[in-house]
């Protein structure tokens, strides 16, 4: 069982930066491959980024030039720092963990970014 326990939300103007991590507690193959998704308002859950063990990683064209994701498999952390935010980016981010990108077993509880106009 892995658990994961998010911080760093909160609210910021557009043009700001916010900085999220992401603690894994247990590992293995369930925390290959780590990342983060969100949901906003009125919308579907999407892939922000996500990252491997190995440190291979992937971005949502939406925010490639302003987001990178990184971690520190020491401490079974992933970090998603958030730059030049944009209102669009308000939503409820959650970290996820799984042996792939396209299997994201476990989810954290979510944090709120807004960001204001």
């Known amino acids: 069982q892995v658990q994961l326990v998010e911080s760093g939300g909160g609210l910021v103007q557009a043009g700001g930066s916010l900085r999220l991590s992401c603690a894994a507690s247990?590992?293995?193959?369930?925390?290959?491959?780590m990342g983060w998704s969100r949901q906003g308002p009125g919308k579907q859950r999407e892939l922000v980024a996500a990252?491997?063990?190995?440190?291979?990683?992937t971005l949502a064209d939406s925010v490639k030039g302003r987001f990178a994701i990184s971690r520190d498999n020491a401490k079974n952390t992933i970090y998603l720092q958030m730059n030049s935010l944009k209102p669009e980016d308000t939503a409820v981010y959650y970290c996820?963990?799984?042996?792939?990108?396209?299997?994201?077993?476990?989810w954290g509880q979510g944090t709120q970014v807004t960001v204001s106009s």
């Open positions: 996820n963990a799984g042996p792939a990108w396209s299997l994201p077993t476990y």
């Open positions: 247990g590992g293995g193959l369930s925390t290959n491959a």
């Open positions: 990252i491997a063990r190995s440190g291979s990683t």
